[in-house]
């Protein structure tokens, strides 16, 4: 772990614009299109998580900003956020709340994939840093923590850009509705009413397409869905082309982008 609070090199007047835009946020679609806009220039990074709540009890909300596939709150069990949402805030608070860079490639074990860092879903490249940074909540108690997870090196200045950025990304966030958490059944339950709308599948394409969207490998539905592993491997050929795509990752994302279009 390492501490920074050096400042990017960025221009005044293109902070004011970053200022003036994150100033007027007002939905989870407003703070991701400025998280993947110019601030990227800043803190270039794949996913935003934010955890707050009561760190000592356990009692802990999340939100996850992504475009990555398979990433959403409401995707995403908490039993597994928890650990890394509660991981960050004690190294925030192990670097006397100031901001903080984490290698997160070795925290496999916590992170649910093990020695490979974060990678919750096919084709997702490893997390390998983290930028974290926290604000004590004075209202509500507790703490709110913010981590920039990237699969490459953090920036020069990265931890300083995100000291600047969070009073940003936490007012955003205290003016709008929580995102849904993930509910037991929620995530097969969503990921199947996205499949119904690829109608140029077969309905036997589309329950692969399910368990494929949550991650299962050809020989695990082979076994959910009682048919050979060879037989999983030619629907997946006649998904890839009627999908044209080339793989299962770019199978998945077009799924998810029906979702962020829908």
């Not at 293109?14 to 806009?37: E, N, P, S, V, Y």
């Not at 908490?78 to 650990?83: N, Y």
């Not at 890394?84 to 290698?103: E, K, M, N």
Request: one cysteine or more.
């Amino acid at each position: 772990m390492s501490t920074s609070l050096a400042l990017p090199d960025v221009d005044p007047v293109q902070f004011l614009k970053i200022a003036g835009m994150g100033a007027q946020l007002r939905t989870h679609a407003d703070l991701w299109r400025w998280l993947q806009g110019e601030v990227q220039q800043w803190l270039p990074h794949q996913i935003m998580v934010v955890g707050w709540g009561d760190f000592r009890n356990g009692e802990l909300q999340y939100d996850i900003i992504s475009s990555l596939p398979g990433l959403r709150t409401h995707l995403c069990p908490p039993a597994r956020i928890a650990p890394l949402v509660g991981y960050f805030r004690d190294c925030w608070v192990a670097a006397q709340s100031q901001p903080c860079q984490l290698d997160i490639s070795g925290c496999g074990q916590l992170l649910g994939e093990a020695g490979q860092g974060w990678a919750p879903s096919p084709g997702v490249p490893g997390m390998h840093t983290a930028l974290v940074h926290g604000v004590g909540d004075v209202r509500l108690g507790g703490e709110r923590v913010f981590a920039a997870l990237t699969s490459g090196v953090a920036p020069q200045g990265g931890a300083g850009a995100l000291k600047l950025l969070v009073p940003f990304i936490d007012s955003a966030l205290r003016r709008m509705p929580p995102a849904p958490m993930r509910q037991p059944g929620a995530e097969r339950c969503q990921v199947e009413q996205l499949v119904v709308r690829l109608g140029q599948l077969s309905e036997r394409e589309r329950q692969i397409m399910v368990w494929v969207a949550m991650g299962k490998t050809n020989p695990e539905i082979g076994c959910i869905l009682h048919i050979s592993e060879f037989t999983v491997k030619n629907h997946m050929k006649s998904i890839f082309s009627k999908l044209d795509v080339s793989n299962r990752a770019q199978a998945v994302a077009k799924l998810t982008r029906m979702a962020t279009y829908a």
